[in-house]
């Protein structure tokens, strides 16, 4: 107090210094305090007023103003950082293996549905939605996500089968695992929201790894093989009914052609017979006559009639009957 004395003499004219000089000091030491109050809020972060510890508010990014300490400080938490936690594994930086990993069988080895054993890596990324929840609703935040979602991941694949976890299921798993560490840590009212789940090995255990992938080729022909088996009873079953149904078509034309042509053959008949009952005998000669003709017409012989063959010439073909003979030898 003395040196001060002594400071505010040399400033002062005549060096005294009397109530007013006092008076400027304190208010000026008073508003350098009330100044200290002002703060910025950077685009990714969130203010967090604490007044004597206790959460007061939240402020918005750009300038803003609390009470100056001891009565108010302010807590600046980025809100928009993607923070990651790595379950079942963790990465090492090594100068040999930069990206080297090292697993962690006690988080990763789960149980399936069908008791089996299978070894899941999982990533989980998540960011501060409410700064004040985060900061003072939870003591470990990071702690309280990996706990959860490990405990989530158990439970979904504790109630598949092998099969699908290990091959077509990883998208349906990823959605169920955040949805469902969505509604435990909001629950909780940690101030966390889960942005991904992303599965990053899915495989059985080291151990059976080779005998399980013999299982998966195996399952893997099989399938194929019915696939084939299935095209090509695609292929020849259509045709197949094709050409039977080709079949059946024939034999109906086939059906309504020999039935015309009966009908036909029957109507003629009755046309024949209508025509012989009223002149038997010249219908009988014609009817003959016809015959005759169609059973001749294709035969090499000549008819000479008594009346008109008077003056024909015998022949007799020796060289044809000369040959005849000697075929006959």
Do not use: C
């Not at 001891?70 to 936690?85: H, M, W, Y």
């Not at 086939?254 to 219908?283: I, M, N, S, W």
Request: charged letters at 25%.
């Amino acid at each position: 107090m003395r040196k001060g004395q002594d400071r505010l003499k040399n400033i002062f004219p005549g060096g005294k210094v009397g109530g007013g000089g006092f008076l400027i000091v304190g208010v000026v030491i008073f508003v350098l305090w009330l100044a200290t109050g002002f703060y910025r809020v950077e685009t990714d972060q969130q203010g967090v007023v604490l007044r004597f510890g206790k959460f007061s508010e939240l402020t918005q990014p750009g300038l803003n103003y609390h009470l100056p300490y001891p009565i108010e400080s302010v807590i600046k938490p980025a809100v928009t950082n993607v923070n990651r936690v790595d379950i079942g594994f963790r990465t090492f930086a090594d100068v040999r293996n930069p990206d080297r990993v090292q697993d962690i069988p006690k988080e990763s080895l789960m149980l399936t549905g069908d008791e089996n054993i299978v070894d899941v890596d999982f990533s989980v990324f998540w960011r501060i939605s409410d700064a004040s929840k985060y900061l003072f609703n939870t003591q470990n935040p990071d702690a309280n996500v990996k706990a959860v979602a490990q405990s989530v991941m158990r439970e979904v694949i504790g109630r598949m089968e092998i099969t699908p976890v290990l091959t077509e299921a990883r998208n349906e798993i990823e959605q169920e695992v955040a949805l469902l560490t969505q509604n435990v840590l909001d629950s909780y009212e940690t101030g966390v929201e889960i942005r991904q789940v992303q599965l990053q090995k899915v495989d059985p255990p080291t151990a059976v790894i080779d005998a399980f992938r013999d299982v998966q080729a195996a399952r893997a022909d099989k399938e194929r093989q019915r696939n084939e088996a299935e095209a090509y009873a695609n292929d020849i079953i259509p045709r197949a009914r094709g050409e039977a149904a080709q079949i059946e078509q024939g034999a109906q034309a086939y059906l309504q052609q020999t039935v015309a042509e009966a009908e036909g053959d029957a109507q003629r008949f009755l046309q024949v017979y209508e025509q012989y009952a009223k002149a038997k005998d010249v219908t009988r000669r014609r009817i003959y006559l016809e015959t005759m003709e169609k059973v001749f017409a294709d035969m090499n012989k000549v008819i000479i009639s008594d009346e008109r063959g008077s003056g024909v010439v015998p022949y007799l073909p020796l060289p044809e009957i000369r040959n005849r003979t000697q075929e006959g030898q």
